[in-house]
């Protein structure tokens, strides 16, 4: 059987009291870690390599807690120490945070996990890494982790510490991309202790928005504010601008026309093709502290300019543009049924509609890859369904998706999507022969399959896009139902009045259910 060298340690455990390679070493002759003793077990020059790991080898005290390494070839290994704390959620675009402590013994026996970055074409062929030992380890935005060698534990003797950065622009790379990097030579070598890190990388792993708004942007000398991103930036953007002219918290402007006047101007360049933010008089606002969704609405946050390009959009992932897709969809879809819709508004809503849904059919069709052909569409397409919701706004699907996404932190077009057929359906349920008869007819002939199933037919061919999950998996637990609910009716009335049918807690706490 295959196996990495990550899954060999977590596979060996911590339970073994000793391990050689080339040659057996039995459990009497381990000592406990520090002791040289171990070393001298095994003799210079001998052949092989000798491994030592278990439950009294190689502990080491930090100042956050116990961590546990092994020994191998007469240094002392660790692996994937932290040295910060998760970078994600609310400590994005921030100063990183020290680790939470632990109390128990961590392992230390295999590499964490290296920052977000492109990973196509980023390796050599198929021979050139096999040559070079490149390694593929998993990434994420909890990254901050380092890693020790050391020929000594606790043994009296100062050492030389050397702290080794790896290369790759700031935007790529690991500390544990290739063999070579590893520590254990030139730690044995030179009797120094070796560490290597991974760190943040690329624009989400230095844009530092600690500072940003009120005098520190005063200060800065600056006339304008430029968005570059997805709707996430473009909203935070949207509220550094008010922020920066009026002071304050963000949370003092919640709701509907509180910005007294015009805001610092913003030029918005999207990169993402779904939220539609840079022509939305919204921005919506994660409050941490309550794990909710604020929104601030004020057709003052409306960008004073937008640029298009698809060009940006060629580095987004698959997941992320076809959940950005689907979003734009939902816009495109709940802005068409809302009782604030008109003629001028429905008219960029089945514009959008169609793009998309013919774009996804063709990604059905030909592959994942032949979203590059499709970049003007979808992003034309959400600039459409932008302007569509921008004023007539969005409903109950929206509504439903802000407790999943202020608590369980699910990406804004993925939640979004978990409740696109099932409200629809109970729409089409509870009031048939309103506007939402014109939309059915309208997606049938888009989808070319009868009126009474198009939800059953978006429901196919989104999956083919993005598999829709049981709200459980996202970590919802049952007892959470009814209170999402009542959440979204005691906090969500702007958008539910603007729902086909205004649902009661007790209808969502239904699709709640049927869903979980």
Same mark, same amino acid.
């Given at each position: 059987?295959?196996?990495?060298?990550?899954?060999?340690?977590?596979?060996?455990?911590?339970?073994?009291?000793?391990?050689?390679?080339?040659?057996?070493?039995?459990?009497?002759?381990?000592?406990?870690?520090?002791?040289?003793?171990?070393?001298?077990?095994?003799?210079?020059?001998?052949?092989?390599?000798?491994?030592?790991?278990?439950?009294?080898?190689?502990?080491?005290?930090?100042?956050?807690?116990?961590?546990?390494?092994?020994?191998?070839?007469?240094?002392?290994?660790?692996?994937?120490?932290?040295?910060?704390?998760?970078?994600?959620?609310?400590?994005?675009?921030?100063?990183?945070?020290?680790?939470?402590?632990?109390?128990?013994?961590?392992?230390?026996?295999?590499?964490?996990?290296?920052?977000?970055?492109?990973?196509?074409?980023?390796?050599?062929?198929?021979?050139?890494?096999?040559?070079?030992?490149?390694?593929?380890?998993?990434?994420?935005?909890?990254?901050?982790?380092?890693?020790?060698?050391?020929?000594?534990?606790?043994?009296?003797?100062?050492?030389?510490?050397?702290?080794?950065?790896?290369?790759?622009?700031?935007?790529?790379?690991?500390?544990?991309?290739?063999?070579?990097?590893?520590?254990?030579?030139?730690?044995?070598?030179?009797?120094?202790?070796?560490?290597?890190?991974?760190?943040?990388?690329?624009?989400?792993?230095?844009?530092?928005?600690?500072?940003?708004?009120?005098?520190?942007?005063?200060?800065?000398? @600056?006339?304008?504010?430029?968005? #570059?991103?997805?709707?996430? $930036?473009?909203? +935070? /953007?949207? *509220?550094? &601008?008010?922020? =920066?002219?009026?002071?304050?918290?963000?949370?003092?402007?919640?709701?509907?026309?509180?910005?007294?006047?015009?805001?610092?101007?913003?030029?918005?360049?999207?990169?993402?093709?779904?939220?539609?933010?840079?022509?939305?008089?919204?921005?919506?606002?994660?409050?941490?502290?309550?794990?909710?969704?604020?929104?601030?609405?004020?057709?003052?946050?409306?960008?004073?300019? @937008?640029?298009?390009?698809?060009? #940006?959009?060629?580095?987004? $992932?698959?997941? +992320? /543009?076809? *959940?950005? &897709?689907?979003? =734009?969809?939902?816009?495109?879809?709940?802005?068409?049924?809302?009782?604030?819709?008109?003629?001028?508004?429905?008219?960029?809503?089945?514009?959008?509609?169609?793009?998309?849904?013919?774009?996804?059919?063709?990604?059905?069709?030909?592959?994942?890859?032949?979203?590059?052909?499709?970049?003007?569409?979808?992003?034309?397409?959400?600039?459409?369904?932008?302007?569509?919701?921008?004023?007539?706004?969005?409903?109950?699907?929206?509504?439903?998706?802000?407790?999943?996404?202020?608590?369980?932190?699910?990406?804004?077009?993925?939640?979004?999507?978990?409740?696109?057929?099932?409200?629809?359906?109970?729409?089409?349920?509870?009031?048939?022969?309103?506007?939402?008869?014109?939309?059915?007819?309208?997606?049938?002939?888009?989808?070319?399959?009868?009126?009474?199933?198009?939800?059953?037919?978006?429901?196919?061919?989104?999956?083919?896009?993005?598999?829709?999950?049981?709200?459980?998996?996202?970590?919802?637990?049952?007892?959470?139902?009814?209170?999402?609910?009542?959440?979204?009716?005691?906090?969500?009335?702007?958008?539910?009045?603007?729902?086909?049918?205004?649902?009661?807690?007790?209808?969502?706490?239904?699709?709640?259910?049927?869903?979980?």
């Amino acid at each position: 059987m295959h196996m990495d060298r990550r899954q060999f340690v977590k596979n060996l455990g911590l339970g073994t009291a000793s391990l050689s390679m080339g040659s057996l070493v039995t459990a009497s002759s381990c000592a406990p870690s520090g002791d040289s003793s171990l070393k001298q077990n095994v003799k210079e020059g001998e052949d092989g390599q000798f491994l030592f790991i278990g439950d009294d080898i190689a502990i080491a005290q930090t100042e956050y807690g116990k961590v546990q390494g092994y020994l191998l070839n007469h240094v002392y290994t660790f692996l994937g120490v932290p040295y910060g704390a998760d970078t994600s959620g609310k400590n994005r675009f921030m100063p990183p945070q020290k680790p939470e402590p632990w109390t128990d013994v961590r392992p230390a026996v295999f590499y964490g996990n290296t920052a977000p970055q492109r990973m196509e074409n980023r390796w050599p062929n198929n021979y050139g890494t096999f040559a070079d030992h490149w390694n593929y380890w998993d990434v994420s935005e909890d990254c901050l982790y380092l890693n020790v060698w050391t020929p000594g534990i606790a043994d009296g003797k100062k050492r030389p510490v050397l702290v080794w950065l790896h290369g790759g622009g700031f935007t790529n790379g690991s500390g544990i991309e290739q063999d070579g990097y590893h520590g254990e030579n030139i730690s044995r070598e030179g009797d120094i202790v070796f560490c290597s890190i991974n760190h943040r990388l690329g624009p989400i792993g230095f844009s530092d928005l600690s500072g940003v708004g009120g005098e520190a942007y005063k200060d800065s000398g @600056a006339d304008f504010i430029v968005a #570059l991103g997805g709707g996430s $930036p473009m909203d +935070v /953007a949207k *509220a550094v &601008g008010v922020t =920066a002219k009026y002071g304050g918290s963000i949370t003092e402007y919640e709701g509907a026309h509180k910005v007294p006047g015009k805001i610092v101007p913003l030029i918005a360049i999207p990169t993402t093709a779904g939220t539609g933010s840079e022509v939305t008089a919204f921005s919506v606002i994660t409050d941490h502290s309550r794990d909710y969704k604020l929104t601030v609405f004020s057709y003052e946050l409306l960008p004073a300019y @937008a640029i298009l390009d698809p060009e #940006l959009l060629t580095s987004a $992932p698959a997941s +992320v /543009a076809a *959940a950005c &897709g689907i979003d =734009a969809f939902i816009h495109a879809i709940e802005s068409y049924v809302s009782p604030k819709a008109t003629l001028y508004t429905q008219m960029f809503s089945m514009k959008a509609m169609e793009m998309i849904m013919e774009g996804f059919r063709k990604i059905a069709k030909h592959g994942e890859a032949f979203r590059m052909n499709l970049l003007d569409d979808f992003l034309t397409a959400s600039n459409l369904a932008g302007i569509a919701f921008g004023n007539a706004g969005t409903g109950a699907v929206h509504a439903m998706s802000y407790p999943l996404s202020g608590v369980y932190h699910v990406t804004h077009g993925e939640a979004n999507y978990q409740f696109l057929t099932a409200v629809f359906a109970k729409y089409q349920e509870l009031d048939p022969d309103g506007r939402i008869k014109e939309l059915n007819s309208f997606l049938s002939n888009v989808l070319e399959c009868d009126a009474d199933l198009v939800y059953v037919e978006i429901g196919k061919l989104l999956d083919q896009i993005i598999a829709r999950k049981p709200l459980h998996e996202y970590g919802m637990r049952e007892e959470e139902i009814e209170s999402f609910a009542k959440t979204v009716e005691e906090t969500q009335q702007r958008l539910l009045n603007q729902s086909y049918v205004k649902l009661t807690w007790q209808q969502m706490a239904e699709i709640y259910k049927e869903l979980y």
